[in-house]
């Protein structure tokens, strides 16, 4: 079955740390790009990060990164486990949200939303103390 799952959410302290996982079954992760996207309550979706396929399966390797969350979350790939990670650390409040990933065409830089044509459901992070 071709499919997103995440993990890791939950509940932290505002500057706490939590790492999200995007598995990947039925195909193979690393020939798309992933992205981690987020909506809060009253808010329309946003792409937090997003990072396009390897060289080595013919992409370019970069990441995009939303400016609240520069500096502070991290999206990086496991090719042996088939998953892209968000480590996101010094959380606030403002980063409560439901979290989803999602697959798209190889470079993020080239596609556009319409185009994550697969969509886990979701993880809840919720920041508070």
């Known amino acids: 079955q071709v499919q997103l799952v995440e993990s890791g959410g939950g509940l932290v ?9 995007c598995e990947a079954s ?4 690393d ?7 987020r909506q809060a309550p009253g808010k329309e979706r946003e792409a937090v990060s ?6 080595s399966n013919g992409g ?24 892209v990670d ?3 650390n010094s959380l606030q409040a403002e980063d409560t949200a439901i ?8 470079l993020w830089s080239e ?9 886990g459901q979701g993880t809840q992070v919720t920041v508070s103390s």
């Open 111 to 119: 596609a556009g939303l319409e185009e994550y044509d697969l969509w």
């Open 13 to 21: 302290q505002p500057g706490g740390s939590l790492r999200l996982s």
């Open 31 to 37: 020939y798309y790009s992933i992205g981690w996207f």
């Open 50 to 55: 997003l990072i396009s396929t390897s060289r």
């Open 26 to 29: 039925g195909f193979t992760l």
């Open 60 to 83: 370019d390797g970069t990441t995009y990164y939303a400016d609240p969350v520069k500096g502070r979350f991290t999206i990086s790939r496991d090719n042996a486990k088939n998953t």
């Open 99 to 106: 979290y989803s990933c999602a697959r798209g065409p190889p």
């Open 86 to 88: 968000l480590q996101m």
